[in-house]
């Protein structure tokens, strides 16, 4: 980790994001190990991502497009 990814991660955090959008993002971000990773410490997030997006199960999820809100 260097320097500019600590003081990185403290502005990302004082952004309020969700803890599950954040899993999110970094899946995006993810390289094919590390998205691995993800998918087996969080299977319930990664799962809903890739159904949603990479599955293209926008029928189940209509909202994934467009009306897009923030989770409380």
């Given at each position: 980790m260097s320097l500019?990814?600590?003081q990185k991660s403290k502005e990302i955090a004082a952004e309020a994001?969700?803890?599950t959008s954040l899993i999110m993002a970094a899946a995006w971000?993810?390289?094919i190990?590390?998205?691995g990773r993800l998918r087996t410490a969080f299977p319930d997030i990664i799962g809903e991502l890739e159904?949603?997006?990479f599955r293209g199960d926008n029928l189940q999820y209509p909202q994934a497009n467009?009306?897009?809100k923030e989770e409380s």
């Open positions: 500019y990814d600590y994001l969700s803890f971000k993810a390289d190990s590390n998205f159904k949603i997006y467009f009306d897009l």
